[in-house]
C-alpha cells in the first residue's frame, strides 16, 4: 500500500498563486507516474498534469502555462504550483501514483482550493 497526503490548499483570489505538496510514504516506488487530479462541485473528476520518474510530464489544457508539475525522488514527493489562478480552478485537488499515465492505483484524500473574483 501507499498513502499519500496532500497539502498547500486555501482560499486564494483570482491571479494569485498556491503551491500543492503531496508526500507518498509506504510501499512506494520511484518508478511510479504521480499525477494531479481535480473535482469541482457538480462535476467528475479531472486529469490536471502528471510526471515521470525522468521528469517527462503531461498537462491539461485547460492549466497548460499556468500550472507546473515538479517532483523530489528524494523526498517522495511531488508538488503542483499553480499560477494565474482563475475561479473556475477551484475544486478539490487529488494526488495520485500509478505505474502508467492511465492508471493510478492510489489516491490521496485531496485538498481544497478555493478561488475567488
Known amino acids: 500500500q501507499v498513502q499519500l497526503v496532500e497539502s498547500g490548499g486555501g482560499l486564494v483570489q483570482a491571479g494569485d498563486s498556491l503551491r500543492l505538496s503531496c508526500a507518498a510514504s509506504g510501499r512506494f516506488f520511484s518508478s511510479y507516474i504521480m499525477g494531479w487530479f481535480r473535482q469541482a462541485p457538480g462535476k467528475d473528476r479531472e486529469f490536471v498534469a502528471a510526471?515521470?520518474?525522468?521528469?517527462?510530464?503531461r498537462y491539461a489544457a485547460s492549466v497548460k502555462g499556468r500550472f507546473t508539475i515538479s517532483r523530489d525522488n528524494a523526498k517522495n514527493t511531488v508538488y503542483l504550483h499553480l499560477n494565474s489562478l482563475k475561479p473556475e480552478d477551484t475544486a478539490v485537488y487529488y494526488c495520485?501514483?500509478?505505474?502508467?499515465?492511465?492508471?493510478?492505483?492510489?489516491w490521496g484524500q485531496g485538498t481544497q482550493v478555493t478561488v475567488s473574483s
Open positions: 510526471i515521470s520518474w525522468s521528469d517527462s510530464t
Open positions: 495520485a501514483v500509478g505505474y502508467g499515465y492511465d492508471e493510478y492505483d492510489f
